[in-house]
């Protein structure tokens, strides 16, 4: 697939990568065997044909020391001697030699004896003033293929005649044409060895790319692969490690998807039960604000004290309402990043302190006893007042709702760890193993549905962004259902780099 000019997907037609990879070499090699053959045939006619023409100069030199003077004087004798000479060469099919009028003296064919030939070779070779002519014929009587070979005869500088002779050419032409046939024998051979080496050497570099392909195909299915491993040196190489390099990264990015969709179906689930979790605890305080509204503006005859029952109904649901509606908010602030803190340096006792007076009034409801027990020279932190506060009361306001009546809530400070630590503790309904570190999770509480009494599981988790903005720690610790538990917050003295510490909790959220 390709991108057009205007963003338009296009599809590239391909081939067979290894067929079009086997005809390119096989290409290559025929290339250079028919380059190598032809070089070589050509050098082959060529030394033939030089020898053959070294014979002939050879004869012809011969004939000319035989017939120099010979043929001034017109001595037969000595011109029929130097023929000898040429027509003794088995592949000499004819002789003969012409005056200086073109009339034939001496031949080997007696038709041409005393003729003067007309036929336009014999013209030429008459009338060349050329030391040495080839004009290549077939004869017309025996159809033999021939090489016309003519000389002029100098008697100094004066011509007295011609020589000239026809080279049998079937014996040459017999073995060009058999080493044409070797030659042509040789490249079918060569040929098919290429494009066999060819198709080997294709199939050899196809494989990698052959096995890369079925590892993507099953990257594709979303299988889990093992690195490719190629023993090579070239490109191959860097694609396989291209495509290793690729896999891991899109494994990680797999896995990471799947946590992410896991996280996902978890904060679904989440939310299904926040909704489930608000709309109760929605539905109670405002069904008896209703109620308690119904009665007062339905009944007009209620005394004092019952009035004063009703208001004080709708009071207490109201704060309830505001209290959740209150977490949600802080809760989606502190997600957002979008809550401030204001760090100052102070004492955290006296945060215990009026978180406690506030818990206070609640435990001696239940008839709870509330003790705060503070370690004096504690030494100053830096901290949000406000947001400790909010955490202390919190911890205190679960205590207070986990616990029995007559149970005992102890709110104590202490230096600890070049800090200072925080502890809330009840002889309450306590916190089973399983559960003591999912309640710190939002929309979580301990136990089952059953044993729960209310609320909507955010107070702890507000409590732990707002401990961790301070870079200290939040944990429980409880021997078990019924054993009571105790909360336990560690804040340092100064909290270096407390709103990026935030930062990085929403970040884990």
Known sequence: MGMDKQGESKTVKGRSL??????????????????????NLKREVRLLDENR??????????????????????????????AGEIVSDPEIGYFAYYDADGRCVLSTRAALQGETPSDEISRKALASAEPKLLQSY????????????????????????????????TRHNARLSKMRFEYA???????????????VLARRTMAPIRLLKEKLDALVQGESIETVRIDSADEIQQLADSFNAMTAKWQQMYEELRQAFEELKGLDRMKDQFVSLVS???????SSIVAAAEVLSEHDMLSEEETKEFISIINIEGKR????????????????????????????????????????????????????????????????????????SNLLGN????????????????????????????????????????????????????SQTGGTG??????????????????????????????????????ENSVERQEQANDRA
């Open 185 to 199: 024998g040789l490249s079918f051979v060569s040929i098919l060895m290429a494009i066999l080496i060819s198709f």
């Open 399 to 450: 205590a207070v709702r986990y616990t029995p009546a007559e149970g005992e809530i102890t709110a104590r400070t202490a230096k600890k760890d070049g800090g200072v630590l925080i502890s809330i503790a009840d002889n309450g309904q306590g916190i089973s193993p399983e559960d003591q570190e999912r309640i710190f999770r939002e929309f979580e509480q301990a136990g089952d549905a059953d």
């Open 321 to 392: 309402l505001t209290k959740l509606v209150s977490d949600i908010l802080d809760l989606a602030k502190m997600k957002a990043g979008k809550e401030g803190y204001h760090f100052r340096e102070g004492n955290v006792n006296h945060a215990v302190t009026q978180a406690a007076k506030v818990a206070e009034f609640a435990a001696e409801t239940k008839g709870q006893t509330l003790k705060v027990e503070l370690e004096d020279n504690l030494p100053p932190a830096r901290f949000d007042f406000d947001r400790i506060v909010q955490v202390v």
């Open 458 to 495: 955010l107070g702890l988790a507000i409590c732990k962004r707002l401990v961790e903005a301070h870079n200290g720690r939040i944990w429980v610790e409880s021997r078990g259902t019924g054993k009571g538990a105790t909360f336990f917050v560690q804040l340092p003295l100064d909290p």
């Open 280 to 286: 109760h605890e929605l539905r109670t305080p405002l």
């Open 138 to 169: 077939t004869d017309p009587d025996t159809q033999t293929p021939m090489l016309d070979v003519s000389a002029p005869v100098m008697s100094g500088d004066t011509r007295v005649g011609t020589v000239r002779f026809g080279f049998d050419s």
């Open 18 to 39: 290894y067929l079009e990879f086997s005809v390119y070499i096989s290409g290559i090699a025929v290339i250079f065997i028919m380059l190598t053959v032809s070089f």
């Open 53 to 82: 023409n070294e014979r002939v100069s050879i004869l012809l030199a011969t004939f000319s020391k035989l017939t120099a003077k010979a043929a001034g004087r017109d001595d037969l004798q000595l011109i029929l001697l130097a």
